[in-house]
């Protein structure tokens, strides 16, 4: 059974700091792209940003880059996003995802994180 579980998220004020986590099983997760996604109240899903689970180089979404970081930790089967400089519009419910190369995503079922202003 594919598993990713997301952690991590909480309460913070406006220009603070938080970092999530994503941990995954369940099936080999080799040339995937691991994602994180978020969705605030009446909005679409966002893209945040990638990273390929054997390579290096990460891409981002453009209304976070340059403040959130993803990286992963393949001894842990788990990736993270560092989320810097928060704002009150970075409010919303946040996703991991498992991008195979053929095949539908995997999605986690989120953590929340709320900014207050």
């Known amino acids: 059974q594919v598993r990713l579980v997301e952690s991590g998220g909480r309460t913070v004020q406006a220009g603070g700091s938080v970092r999530l986590s994503c941990e995954f099983s369940g099936r080999d997760f080799a040339g995937n792209d691991m994602e994180w996604f978020r969705q605030a109240p009446g909005k679409e899903r966002d893209f945040l940003a990638g990273?390929?689970?054997?390579?290096?180089?990460?891409w981002y979404g453009p209304s976070v880059k340059g403040r959130f970081t993803i990286d992963r930790d393949r001894a842990k089967n788990t990736i993270f996003l560092q989320m810097n400089d928060l704002k009150v519009e970075d409010t919303a419910l946040y996703l991991c995802?498992?991008?195979?190369?053929?095949?539908?995503?995997?999605w986690g079922q989120g953590t929340q994180v709320t900014v207050q202003g």
């Open positions: 990273i390929r689970w054997d390579d290096s180089e990460p």
């Open positions: 995802a498992a991008d195979p190369p053929r095949g539908a995503r995997d």
